[in-house]
């Protein structure tokens, strides 16, 4: 990736951000096209004081599938998922339907629709989160008083109401892929992944410095495989984008016996520098 190319120096556009996030930096740093050529790790507010339990077991145990095992343990007891009445769940209110909507489900859910409620759910996490508004959700999101917004603003209210800490199970996967990525990757701080377009155009374009080469914004949660034959599959053009590995939350094989097959990569947007391969 050209890094010394001046015209690829746009920051985040303040219409794409939130003045505040619940990160350790703030959106127009770890949005911006400098946080992909040099990131940090970033970390959640209270993530890590809350659920230190967790992350000193995860580092007692030597292999991925056994803290795949242990993370999964650690989310059904501390969310009670197995006991849902211990967190309120009454089975004979009409009121009490989302009883499934967890973690998993969210996921789950992407994976079928990127455009869907739980993928509503999301992008509303990521928002929060990480301060990144979202650019689409089945259209572009222009006007926040445009009825495109508004669906999306209904679809995640839909997706978030009588949930059990939902937000809060989001932040524990991102903080449990983060720390299986520090260790399965040898200290390498990105990761080469690809994403199927049928045109360019269809995303914000904030810069062409090179004619095989943009600087694009990206929606604030989108799909990536490191399967280059395989993005092909979803468009005529392959985008190969250096990911920073602080903007993964999840991976193929983080959860492998519950998420088998699954090749995408679910990556925090922002701004990024792009090739064309194809």
Not at 94 to 104: M, Q, T
Not at 176 to 182: D, G, I, R, V
Not at 213 to 221: H, Y
Not at 235 to 246: K, M, R, S, Y
Request: aromatic share 10%; glycine share 6%; hydrophobic share 40%.
């Amino acid at each position: 990736m050209d890094t010394d190319t001046p015209a690829a120096a746009p920051s985040l556009p303040a219409y794409a951000r939130l003045p505040v996030n619940r990160c350790d930096l703030p959106a127009v740093i770890l949005g911006s096209l400098s946080f992909q050529r040099y990131p940090v790790a970033l970390r959640l507010d209270g993530v890590a004081e809350l659920h230190g339990a967790l992350l000193r077991t995860l580092a007692e145990l030597a292999t991925p599938g056994e803290r795949a095992l242990r993370f999964r343990d650690y989310m059904t007891a501390n969310f009670r998922l197995d006991n849902l009445e211990e967190a309120g769940y009454d089975r004979q209110s009409r009121r009490h339907r989302r009883n499934k909507a967890d973690y998993l489900r969210m996921l789950r859910g992407w994976l079928f629709d990127s455009d869907g409620r739980e993928a509503a759910v999301l992008k509303s996490w990521m928002e929060s989160r990480f301060g990144l508004l979202p650019r689409s959700h089945h259209s572009p999101l222009g006007q926040f008083d445009g009825n495109n917004h508004q669906r999306y603003l209904a679809a995640r209210a839909r997706g978030l109401y009588n949930t059990n800490a939902l937000e809060s199970q989001l932040d524990l996967l991102y903080t449990y892929c983060q720390y299986e990525l520090a260790a399965q990757a040898s200290g390498r701080p990105h990761r080469t992944l690809y994403r199927g377009v049928n045109r360019l155009e269809a995303h914000e374009v904030l810069a062409r410095p090179e004619r095989r080469s943009a600087v694009l914004l990206l929606n604030n949660l989108s799909s990536f495989t490191a399967n280059q034959e395989r993005a092909c599959e979803f468009g005529d053009f392959t985008l190969e984008v250096q990911v920073p590995l602080a903007k993964v939350l999840f991976f193929p094989g983080l959860l492998p016996d519950l998420l088998r097959g699954e090749e995408e990569y679910l990556v925090i947007g922002g701004v990024y520098q792009v090739r064309l391969v194809s």
